[in-house]
């Protein structure tokens, strides 16, 4: 099935920095997603990317389906960024058809 | 508002006993997952639903039981056949499984052996 990798595992940034988080799977997908949890464990969805570039406020992400890994970017970094950032990814028709989590990206940003 | 709910926050379970975890979604959603997340680690899969009255097991579903009598509800049982329950319960939903769509999370439950 689809293996997912994310790195850095810990990023800790001072506010107002800028970050790049990325993510890389073993298999061509069908859904790529990332996810955003808060200290408190609530996970939101930033993302729905298979392909292409989106942009939402502060953050934004890029897929490159063709070489296997997708980035999520962080500008001018605020506090309430801090959290754990996951990719997931999904292969219809394969033998795994549901998404698989990477381990995530543990971010601290500090005032 | 359209959401999903888990209850309760906190689960204490006692050794040999079943316990279970309830979610209810109200976004009219098809499919429905149960996922478990242990400390530094990200999320597997127990059991997902795609259909009312159907349901199949994911990765880890070996001491865990489901079912899916009503669309809004996916309630997940921690049996005493799961040697390592404490973790923490994340439930979803998604318009529809087949095409990996976006999925929603609850807010989650946390389980502990006493």
């Known amino acids: 099935g689809i293996q997912v990798e994310q790195s850095p595992p810990d990023l800790i940034l001072q506010e107002g920095a800028n970050s790049t988080l990325r993510c890389n799977f073993s298999?061509?997908?069908?859904?790529l997603q990332w996810f955003h949890q808060n200290p408190w464990g609530q996970l939101i969805n930033l993302f729905y990317?298979?392909?292409g570039t989106k942009q939402n406020g502060r953050l934004s992400a890029t897929t490159v389906a063709t070489e296997r890994y997708s980035l999520l970017y962080i500008s001018s970094s605020q506090t309430t960024d801090s959290g754990v950032y996951f990719c997931a990814a999904y292969n219809y028709g394969g033998s795994q058809g549901n998404l698989i989590f990477g381990k995530g990206t543990k971010l601290s940003v500090k005032p | 508002d359209g959401g999903i709910t888990q209850s309760p926050k906190y689960l204490f379970r006692k050794e040999g006993q079943n316990v279970t975890l309830s979610c209810e979604q109200n976004l009219n959603h098809d499919a429905m997952y149960w996922y478990r997340q242990d400390p530094g680690q990200g999320l597997r899969l127990i059991y997902y639903?795609?259909?009312?009255?159907?349901?199949q097991k994911g990765d880890i579903a070996e001491g865990y039981s489901v079912s899916r009598e009503k669309k809004e509800s996916f309630p997940l049982t921690v049996t005493s056949a799961q040697k390592n329950p404490t973790a923490f319960y994340l439930c979803?939903?998604?318009?529809?499984?087949?095409?990996?769509?976006?999925?929603?999370f609850g807010p989650g439950t946390r389980l502990l052996v006493l």
């Open positions: 990317i298979p392909s």
């Open positions: 298999d061509s997908v069908n859904n």
């Open positions: 979803a939903s998604s318009r529809d499984r087949e095409t990996g769509e976006t999925q929603y």
């Open positions: 639903s795609q259909i009312v009255n159907d349901f």
